[in-house]
């Protein structure tokens, strides 16, 4: 199938739709990526991450194709396997990121993939980035097992308490905070800080909490669903309790960015730009939440 040619609204559109769809069929990671990547996702990294260019917003582009098409594996495509299956995916997973094994023959095309983001990740970041963002997707991969394992093979849905237990984790979103930092070349020299730390939690929370908004009835892991069981609301109820809490987080968000923005010093400098990249991916996740056929209670796809 020939590509598709992007809008030109974006002097780096039909760059970084080549180079996703080029990766994709290069690895084997979808029967038709036109479709895959109908649903928004080069726009979703252009919105998010406006003035990156060149080779860093290429590799944080396919990280996240990579999470959202191994999140889609775990939650859909496994379902229904054998759990020697899931375990031998899983632990070549956690494997292949640690650098403890190459890819061999019959591994997963995710595997394979996975071994190409490392490798060049690896090359282009520095060492304490990599060593974090290593153990924290060994972190997302562990949690969106214990979720298909748990909830998704049995249909489950979560209680409350189960849901914050496993869902910062398994939303993935500082993977996504890594991603920015990756895309926009603006590390954070103050990752451990409490203030950072509440950064981290606000946005994290923001982003699991708009999935869980967009997403429709089938997806009984999300905030509305355990709000249900636990809680005794209605949908209507639940749903609006959620969006209570996604704009107390939003203000969350907002406070420690501000006082981040208050700080003076070189480390400050490059700890601020970090948090402005986290608020343009939030409002460009937001969004795309709205517009992406990836979610069932959204308006029509968008054109690659």
């Known amino acids: 199938m020939t590509a598709q040619q992007p809008a030109p609204s974006d002097l780096r559109r039909t760059d970084l739709y080549v180079g996703a769809r080029t990766w994709m069929v290069q690895h084997g990671l979808h029967p038709d990526p036109d479709a895959y990547l109908a649903h928004g996702y080069v726009g979703l990294c252009l919105r998010a991450w406006p003035t990156a260019t060149g080779a860093p917003l290429h590799l944080a582009t396919q990280w996240a194709l990579l999470v959202w098409l191994l999140d889609d594996e775990l939650d859909q495509e496994q379902r229904d396997a054998a759990p020697e299956v899931i375990d031998r995916l899983v632990l070549a997973l956690l494997n292949t990121a640690a650098c403890a094994r190459r890819p061999v023959a019959g591994d997963h095309a995710l595997v394979h ?69 990756l895309a926009e070349q603006c590390i954070t020299p103050d990752w451990n800080t409490p203030l950072v730390q509440s950064l981290l939690a606000a946005f994290s929370a923001c982003g699991y909490l708009v999935n869980d908004l967009a997403s429709g009835s089938e997806d009984t892991f999300t905030a509305v669903a355990a709000l249900v069981r636990t809680g005794g609301l209605s949908v209507r109820e639940a749903e609006g309790r959620v969006h209570e809490l996604l704009r107390a987080q939003e203000l969350s968000f907002w406070w420690a960015r501000t006082a981040l923005q208050e700080r003076e010093g070189a480390p400050a400098l490059g700890t601020s730009r970090f948090a402005g990249a986290l608020d343009q991916f939030r409002v460009a996740l937001s969004e795309w939440t709205v517009s992406s056929s990836r979610y069932a209670l959204a308006a029509p796809a968008e054109a690659p």
């Open 113 to 181: 993939a996975l071994a190409d983001l490392v490798e060049r990740s690896r090359e282009m970041m520095p060492g304490y980035w990599w060593g974090r963002y290593r153990r924290q997707l060994a972190a997302w991969v562990q949690a969106a097992n214990e979720k298909l394992t748990d909830y998704v093979r049995p249909g489950r849905t979560p209680t409350l308490r189960e849901y914050q237990l496993l869902r910062p984790a398994d939303g993935g979103m500082l993977l996504a905070a890594m991603w920015c930092e």
